[in-house]
C-alpha cells in the first residue's frame, strides 16, 4: 500500500470490509449516547434525497425512538429539514427518503433561496462579485443557518453527513455543510454507507442515484464525480486499501493535501501543522 494511502486510512479510520448490522447498530447507539450524556431531546438534519442524509436521517430516527422508549419522555424528536433552494430537482426522492423511509418525528420546509439571492446582492452591492461556485458554498451556508436556528430553538444538535469518502477529498463546503455537531457516517465510505442502506431496506433508487452537491445554478445536478475528476469506485477502492491506478491515487491524495484545513480547527498561532 502506499505511505500516503496508509496515514490517510488510519487518519479517517476506515475498515476495509464491514459488518452492515454491526454499524447500524454502533452508529444509532452513538446518536442514542450522545443524547443521554449531553440531555440533548432534539436533532435536526437537512434531508436532500441523496444517500448520505437518507441515512444519516434513518438512523437519527432510530436512535431518538430508542430514546423515548426507555425515558417514555416525548420532547426526544428527530427533525428533518427541506432546505431546497427553489425548486429542487430531485424533490421527489427527498419527500420518498421521508415519508417512505426515514419516517421522521416532524419535517420542516424552509427555502433558503431569498436568503441566499439577498446574501448575493448585498454583497455585489458591497463591490464583491459572486462567481456562481462561489454562490454555491453560500446556499450550503444558509443551510447550515437555518439547521443551527432550528437546533438553537429547541436546545438541539445537528447532524453532519460527512464520512470517508467525503472527508479525504474535502468534497464540503467548510462551516457549511462541514458545520455540524455530530457525525455519525464518519469512517464509512460510499458504498460502505450503501451497504448499510441495503441493510436498512431502504428503497434501491435513493443509494443507486449519482451524489450531487447540486450547488451550481449554472450545472444542476452535476455530480459529485465530475467536480471531483475521480469516481467514488476509486476513492472506496483507496480508502479499503486496494492499489487503484496511479492518476486517481494522485489526484485523491492532492484534493487530501489541499483540503487539509477543513479537518481541523482553526489555525492559531501555537500550531505548526500547516507549515
Ligand atoms: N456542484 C458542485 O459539485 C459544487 C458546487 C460548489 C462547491 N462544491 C464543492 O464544495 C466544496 C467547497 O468548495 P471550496 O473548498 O472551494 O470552498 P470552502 O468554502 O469549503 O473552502 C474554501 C475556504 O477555505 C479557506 N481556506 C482555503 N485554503 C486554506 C488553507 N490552506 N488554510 C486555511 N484555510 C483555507 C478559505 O476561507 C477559503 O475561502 C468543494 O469540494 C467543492 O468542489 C461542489
Ligand atoms: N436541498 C437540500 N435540502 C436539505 N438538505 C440538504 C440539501 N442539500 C444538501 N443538504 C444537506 O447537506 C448535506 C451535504 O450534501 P452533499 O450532497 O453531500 O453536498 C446533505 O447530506 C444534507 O444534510
Ligand atoms: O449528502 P446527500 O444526502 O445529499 O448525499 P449525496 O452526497 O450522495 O448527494
Ligand atoms: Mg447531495
Known sequence: MRKMQEQIIDDLKVSPSIDPKEEVEKRVKFIHDFMQKTGMKTIVLGISGGQDSTLAGRLCQLAVERRRQETNDD???????????????????????????????????????????????????????????????????????????????????????????????????????????????SGLDKRQGKALLQYLKAPAN????????????????????????????????YLEGHVIAEKAATKIEDWYKKTRHKRHQPITPLDTWWK
Open 75 to 185: 420532547d426526544y424528536q428527530f427533525i428533518a429539514v427541506r432546505l431546497p433552494y427553489g425548486t429542487q430537482a430531485d424533490e421527489s426522492d427527498a419527500m420518498e427518503a421521508i415519508n417512505d423511509f426515514i419516517k421522521p418525528d416532524k419535517t420542516m420546509r424552509v427555502n433558503i433561496k431569498p436568503a441566499t439571492d439577498a446574501m448575493v446582492k448585498s454583497l455585489e452591492e458591497a463591490g464583491a462579485d459572486i462567481s456562481d461556485f462561489n454562490k454555491g458554498n453560500i446556499k450550503a451556508r444558509e443551510r447550515m443557518i437555518v439547521q443551527y436556528a432550528i437546533a438553537g430553538q429547541y436546545g438541539g444538535a445537528v447532524v453532519g453527513t460527512d464520512h470517508a469518502a467525503e472527508a479525504v477529498t474535502g468534497f464540503y463546503t467548510k462551516f457549511g455543510d462541514g458545520g455540524a455537531d455530530i457525525t455519525p457516517l
Open 206 to 237: 435513493l443509494y443507486e442515484k449519482t451524489p450531487t452537491a447540486d450547488l451550481e445554478d449554472d450545472k444542476p445536478m452535476r455530480a459529485d464525480e465530475a467536480a471531483l475528476g475521480v469516481c467514488y469506485e476509486d476513492i472506496d477502492n
